[in-house]
């Protein structure tokens, strides 16, 4: 039974591999979307995890869900459409490895999803889950904005612990105020929330981590706030308590799936907590250290999936 259940979008990315002397840019087909790359990251990490989802039934929705299921996540809760192709998102990468995006979406079979088939899916799999994984990207289109919402409300009332990345991409929205209103309104259910430097800015109007995160936790009483900073490593507030865990130097190949890698292995070292509230401080730089490691490792590698490590790998990286 899975530990770690993951709900949202599934799509293909569409990511540049080169640009070749003519100019001319290559792209290669890996399958993605971040809810879907937590999950694989999870999954390669040793965690127990499944997707809830929808994809179109195409060559694309076909090569995401052989994807998930070789790299260990169940799938039961993935969904297919005839009435929608599976998303694409073009990812074109620049010089330092940084990643802009453009989304083939009009609709997209993951914006498909329903409150029903979500909330059946969450309550499918027999056991009770530690954790609910989702992210922002769900919110941006109905039905699955409202599926998303009330599969987290339903979770919550169950006990089941709340895991939100609010990844704000522009091009999804109107406009920033609507973007804001719908990335904050989860925040009150939320147990562990995790987001970059920039959209705590976003969010709060605040630069400072300390003032920043200070102003989410009184305003949403969020038990875990965690905040990527790349090669900076991560910053947390728990409760009253903050730290920083510096992160890793390496040659940054594609920083796609980074921040997604990250989240899945901190939930591996989460699921085994009773209380996240007194989880000793050093307990949780441990497992920011060890998130820290694995995101690190995925950049040096191109696309996401492909680029996730295994348990191994970081574990050798550890012992050098």
Same mark, same amino acid.
């Given at each position: ?11 293909? @990315? ?5 640009? @070749? ?14 809810? !879907?790359?937590? !999950? ?7 965690? $127990? ?7 179109? #039934?195409? !060559? ?37 490895? %940084? ?21 059946? !899916? ?19 289109? %109905? +039905? ?29 929205? +109107? ?8 990335? $904050? %309104? ?73 921040? @997604? ?16 509230? #007194? ?36 574990? @050798?990286?550890?012992?050098?």
């Amino acid at each position: 039974m899975p530990e770690i259940v993951t709900m949202g979008e599934a799509l293909i @990315d569409l990511t540049q591999t080169v640009e @070749d002397a003519g100019g001319i840019r290559h792209y290669a087909a890996f399958p993605g979307g971040a809810p !879907a790359n937590v !999950a694989v990251a999870a999954a390669r990490l040793g965690g $127990k995890t499944a997707f809830i989802g929808k994809v179109g #039934r195409d !060559a694309f929705g076909g090569s995401i869900r052989r994807t998930l299921r070789e790299n260990g996540v169940d799938v039961s809760g993935l969904y297919e459409t005839d009435q929608t192709l599976t998303t694409l998102a073009v990812v074109s990468v620049d010089a330092g490895g %940084e990643r802009s995006f453009a989304f083939y979406r009009s609709p997209g079979a993951d914006t498909q999803l329903t409150g029903e088939e979500a909330v059946t !899916a969450l309550l499918g799999y027999g056991q009770r889950p530690r954790f609910l994984h989702f992210g922002s990207v769900s919110l941006t289109a %109905e +039905p699955a904005a409202s599926a998303t919402m009330a599969a987290a409300r339903r979770a919550r009332e169950l006990g089941i612990l709340l895991s939100y990345d609010p990844n704000y991409r522009a091009s999804l929205w +109107p406009e920033e105020a609507v973007a804001l209103e719908r990335m $904050k %309104e989860p925040l009150s259910l939320c147990h562990v929330v995790k987001l970059a430097e920039e959209e705590l800015e976003l969010l709060t109007g605040l630069r400072g981590l300390e003032e920043g995160s200070l102003a989410l936790y009184e305003s949403y009483h969020i038990p875990l706030i965690v905040v990527t900073l790349g090669a900076g490593g991560s910053f947390y507030r728990l409760g009253s308590r903050t730290g920083w865990v510096k992160g890793q130097s390496v040659q940054v190949a594609d920083t796609n799936g980074a921040g @997604d890698t990250f989240l899945g292995a901190l939930l591996t070292r989460l699921v085994a907590v009773e209380d996240l509230e #007194r989880l000793p401080p050093e307990e949780l730089e441990a497992g920011l250290d060890f998130a820290n490691r694995a995101a690190a490792l995925t950049c040096t590698r191109p696309g996401a999936i492909p680029a996730m490590p295994t348990l191994t790998e970081i574990q @050798d990286q550890t012992r050098r």
